[in-house]
T-cell receptor, first 108, second 112 residues
């Protein structure tokens, strides 16, 4: 059964710092998604990664996909408080299998 | 273009009751998937419907069921509610299998 692991589970970081969230998955897939979830809210789509080597950037967030290593990363550049949320990766294996989520807190 | 809508947004039930949740997909989307989100188990796939047929099912007991209508609207039903069914239930729609899924606002179910 496909497993998706995210780390870290919790991330407390200072504004202005950089950090990377990792998403490892156990079987072959070439479609991976990143979502953001604010407390009590639904999932907001951030990135859709459809092929090996795909890299997408939006503002301070950049996501990449290495299908051979079965690894995706979400890199945060110069964090700001508004990025505080929980971030999920999800692998498409005929259904979405979600990672555990990374709860990000950005403090001044 | 209107997004995915779910009704009701909040629901409180007691153990043993049953509940029906509704999801209206984005216009033109024929696939609807349901997910359960709990603090302990995270986000888990319940089932997917496409053109009124269930094409995929997650690892949930038979108390969880669903259906899809000819207009692609979907309902899910949970019978004999248990405390552990308290969760945020998310519906997502897409053009079809493998296409990007767009999530609705969710229904927060509390079982007392």
């Amino acid at each position: 059964e496909l497993k998706v692991e995210q780390n870290p589970l919790f991330l407390s970081m200072q504004e202005g710092k950089n950090y990377t969230i990792y998403c490892n998955y156990s079987t072959t897939s070439d479609r991976l998604y990143w979502y953001r979830q604010d407390p009590g809210k639904s999932l907001e789509s951030l990135f859709v990664l459809l092929s090996n080597g795909a890299v997408k950037q939006e503002g301070r967030l950049m996501a990449s996909l290495d299908t051979k290593a079965r690894l995706s990363t979400l890199h945060i550049t110069a964090a700001v408080h508004d990025l505080s949320a929980t971030y999920f990766c999800a692998v498409d294996s005929d259904k979405l299998i979600f990672g555990t989520g990374t709860r990000l807190q950005v403090f001044p | 273009k209107a997004g995915v809508t779910q009704t009701p947004r909040y629901l409180i039930k007691t153990r043993g009751q049953q509940v029906t949740l509704s999801c209206s997909p984005i216009s033109g989307h024929r696939s609807v998937s349901w997910y359960q989100q709990t603090p302990g188990q995270g986000l888990q796939f319940l089932f997917e419907y496409f053109s009124e047929t269930q094409r995929n099912k997650g690892n949930f007991p038979g108390r969880f069921s669903g259906r899809q209508f000819s207009n692609s609207r979907s309902e899910m039903n949970v019978s004999t509610l248990e405390l552990g069914d308290s969760a945020l239930y998310l519906c997502a729609s897409s053009l079809g299998t493998g296409a990007e899924q767009f999530f609705g606002p969710g229904t927060r179910l509390t079982v007392l």
